[in-house]
C-alpha cells in the first residue's frame, strides 16, 4: 500500500515537472519588438539643431524676460505657498533651466508586482541583460528609480542626482537624507531614452504606513506627479482592490487627467470572458476616484517580452499596444512646443503675481498719512483686499482671467516673510538699458513665444523672434509708469 501511494506521489512529481518545464519553454517564446521601433520613430534622425536652438532660444526669453520679475517680486517666495496659490505644475528659478533642458517625464504608477518594472524592461529591451529591473511576484522596486539616457551604462545615486545643478532633481534634497537614499538613476544609451525619461515608482502596499518608508511616500510622488508629461497608473486583473493609500494616490492626481493612462496589464492572463468582468470591475472601483466627464483612456494588454498566452485576444492586445506606443511618440513629438507652452503659463502667473505685489504697494502708499502705524494699515488691507478693490483692480486693467488668479490667503503669508516696503512698485522697475520689467515680460507673453511656437510648428529655424527682426511697430506703452 505505501509503496502504491511513493509510486503516485512520484508520478505527480513528475507531471508537475513536466507541466512546469512546458510552461518555461511556452514562457521563452519572445515576442516581436519591431513594432515599437517603428511606431516610436527610433530609427528616424531628428533635427538636433533645430531642436537644440529652439531650446537655447526659449532659455533665453526665460532669462532675460521672465526671470528678473521673478526676482523683483520673489515669486519663489509665492511657491511655498504654491498648493493653495497655483494648483499645478511649477518651478524657480534654481530648477528652471533644468525644466527647459529636460526630457519628458512618464511616470510608472500602481500597486506592488503589476509589471511597471517589467514594462519598462519590455519597452527598452531589456530583458535578460545585466542592467534590467529586477522584477518579481513579490514587491521589489523599493527605490524611486529614473531611466534617463547617457553615453554608457552606469548608476547614479540620489544624493549625486540631487547635487547636480544641470538635472533637474535638485528640489528633491527637500524631502531628506532618507529619501535620497531611496532614489537611484540608470543611464544608458538608447535612442528612447535620448527623447524621453522614465521613472519607476515603489509598488503602492495598503497594509504599509506612510512612516514605514522612513520618508513622505506622497510628497515625493506629488513632485513626480506634476513634472510627468504621462502618468501610466498600471493595474493588475488579480490586483483591484482600492484601498486608502491609492485613493490618497488618486486624490494626488487630480487635475492631472489629461496625463493619466490607465493599464490593465497581464491581461493574457485571462478569458475573454473574465477579461471584460475585471474591466467593469477595474472602471467600478475607479468611479469615485476619477470624478471627470470624460474618463482617462484605458489600455489593455501584456506588457513584457513573452508572448501572449494561447487562446486569448492576441490581435487585440497588439493593437491596444500600439495605441499606447502612439500615445507615448505623441508626448515625445510635442515636447518642445509643450515646453513653450508651459513658459509661457509660467510667465503669465509671474506677471499676475508682479502685478498684485505692485497693486498692494499702491495702497498701502495711499493710505498710509504721517500719524498712520505701518503695520496696522497693511494688516488692514492683507487681511480684507477686496475691500481695496487689490484683485478687482488687476482686472479692471487688464486681459487677466479671474480663473487665473490666486488664492488670496496666499498672500497673508507671502507678506508675512516678504515685508512690503521691500519691493518697488512696478513704475519704478525701469531702466535706460534693460527697460520695463513689465514690458519686458508682456511682451514674451504676447510676442515671443507665441512666435516661436509658430516657428517650431512650421519647421523654420527659431532664430530672431519677428518683432525682433521686423519691429512690432510702437514700444508698448507702460500704463503703471507716472507720467
Known sequence: ????????????LLLLQATAEEEDLASSVLRD???????????ADEKAGDYAAAIERLRKIYHTSIKPMEQAYKY??????EISAYPGRTFGDSDADGEITSKPMVLFLGPWSVGKSSMINYLLGMHDSPYQLYTGAEPTTSEFTVIMHGEKIRSVEGIVMAADSSRSFSPLEKFGQNFLEKLIGIEMPHKLLERVTFVDTPGIIENRKQQERGYPFNDVCQWFIDRADLIFVVFDPTKLDVGLELEMLFRQLKGRESQIRIILNKADNLVTQDLMRVYGALFWSLAPLINVTEPP???VSSFWPYDYAADTSRELFKREEISLLEDLNQVIENR?????AFIRQHGIRVRIHGLLVDRYVQTFKEKMSFFSDPELVFKEIVDDPDKFYIFKSILAKTNVSKFDLPNRDAYRDFFGINPINNFKPLSAQCSYMGGCLLDKIEKAITNELPALLSSINSGKQPGLSSCEATGCGEKPKNRYRKN
Open 297 to 299: 483612456r484605458v489600455y
Open 336 to 340: 518642445m512646443e509643450n515646453k513653450i
Open 1 to 12: 500500500m505505501k509503496s502504491t501511494v511513493l509510486i503516485c506521489c512520484f508520478l505527480s
Open 33 to 43: 519588438r519591431s513594432h515599437i521601433d517603428e511606431t516610436l520613430r527610433l530609427a
Open 76 to 81: 519663489n517666495e509665492l511657491r511655498q505657498h
